[in-house]
């Protein structure tokens, strides 16, 4: 599959501003707002400057593309991903190629190594760039979870737990210094990982909102339970599966016990439960965002019938129900060489399919959501004058089956046209 980018930013400033009309689609704004058949957008360089109907004249010298049967959607946002370490740097770049191919514009790295990171976030911004945006996370978490071999592998030859970008958290830790260190590799927000009281997870979310960043951790860092992670502030928490240690009496003592023989205990936290329901309140009440990773849950590690499984699905669609906002993210990007598309497709499916969501509050979750999770959704997430020319044009309509996200047969960033 060869994709070919037509650039549209062809003219400066004093001729004007290159401009596009996708006339006649179908289009899905990514706020919600039911289908517009027979729209026309308007693209100036690379922002959108009008939507309106399509018998409407579009402007004077304006190249027209007739989009009739086709759907355009917001370019979608994996708001969970780990791009490194990569076998190499042409691995990582093959990967983005990949995704922005696959309809995705913009990702969220929850955690890695940020000298990478950072690079490639700066060669990936550029519209002509093949590549999705990249914004990434500094990272804290307790001592003891420094002993997993992920982190060093993202230590970029450095010693994890004392890098800039993953630091040990402790009660007599130096919290401010700390989240400036991480703030200054480029990242857009703090990530709250393991291992850590309820009392240290406030201390850096207050800090971390205190200097600019927007925080994001786990649902349950443990031994700080869901509740706690909640009520210290965080804008963001990801993994509906850690939900369930809200109702255990004494939640496992760390990230390691967790995921090794003396894990939650599902049992001890039934979905329609007053322990549930109370951290389902919180969470609206405090505008807590779930990143629920269906994805990596359930591909290759559990079957449709797995009890975890069946809890994670059910917590997932009772907090919709609640009205809490869900964030579209994989925690697993996809890999180019064995995936036919970039794993959000299948994390859209999972939430319309198993979850109960309707295609456009699957696609509201991967597109204004997410980039309101991120902090970027005054210029990206929906389609809407003024906003970033992020888009992709599908063949089918997603809005009547979800598996339409899949019909990419272009993508546009900043502007910037991807096709076949």
């Excluded at 590690?301 to 009772?318: F, M, Y």
């Amino acid at each position: 599959m060869r994709f070919v980018c037509l650039s549209l930013l062809l003219v400066g400033a004093a001729a004007g501003q290159a401009l596009l009309v996708l006339t006649d689609a179908n289009l899905v704004d990514g706020a919600g707002a039911p289908p517009r058949a027979h729209a026309q957008i308007v693209i100036a360089g690379e922002r959108i400057q009008a939507i309106q109907d399509a018998s409407a004249p579009p402007p004077a010298g304006a190249e027209i593309w007739n989009l009739h049967g086709m759907t355009v959607i917001p370019g979608l946002i994996d708001g969970h991903v780990h791009l490194t370490p990569a076998a190499s740097d042409r691995a990582l770049w093959r990967t983005l190629r990949f995704g922005l191919m696959g309809g995705v514009t913009s990702v969220r790295d929850m955690g890695g190594d940020d000298i990478v990171l950072a690079e490639a976030a700066r060669r990936a911004m550029p519209a002509t760039v093949a590549s999705p945006r990249i914004y990434y996370s500094t990272l804290v978490a307790g001592p003891q979870f420094f002993a997993d071999p992920r982190p060093q592998a993202a230590a970029h030859g450095g010693v994890a737990g004392q890098v800039a970008w993953m630091r040990a958290l402790t009660p007599d830790s130096d919290v401010r210094a700390i989240v400036a260190a991480g703030k200054a590799t480029g990242a857009a927000g703090l990530k709250i990982y393991a291992d850590l009281t309820a009392e240290l997870v406030e201390r850096a979310a207050a800090e971390a909102h205190r200097q600019g960043l927007r925080v994001w951790a786990h649902s349950a860092v443990f031994p700080a339970r869901p509740s706690e992670t909640v009520a210290a502030g965080v804008d963001v928490v990801s993994h509906s599966v850690y939900l369930g240690a809200e109702g255990m009496q004494q939640p496992p003592a760390s990230y390691e016990q967790a995921r090794r023989g003396q894990g939650i205990d599902y049992a001890s936290s039934p979905v329609d439960g007053d322990a549930l329901t109370r951290l389902l309140r919180l969470m609206k009440e405090r505008g807590t965002m779930l990143d629920e990773t269906l994805f990596v849950t359930n591909t290759g590690k559990r079957g449709e019938s797995d009890p975890i499984w069946l809890w994670t699905v059910a917590v997932t669609k009772r907090a919709h129900q609640f009205g809490i906002p869900l964030v579209a993210g994989t925690d697993h990007f996809g890999d180019p060489a064995h995936d036919h598309m970039p794993n959000i497709h299948r994390e859209l499916q999972l939430l319309v399919e198993d979850c109960g969501l309707t295609p456009l509050e699957a696609i509201h979750a991967a597109t204004a959501a997410a980039a309101r999770a991120i902090g970027i959704d005054r210029d990206y997430g929906t389609l809407e004058p003024g906003k970033v020319a992020d888009l992709a044009i599908l063949r089918g309509d997603p809005s009547r089956n979800i598996r339409l996200t899949e019909s990419v047969a272009a993508v546009m960033k900043a502007g910037v046209v991807y096709r076949k």
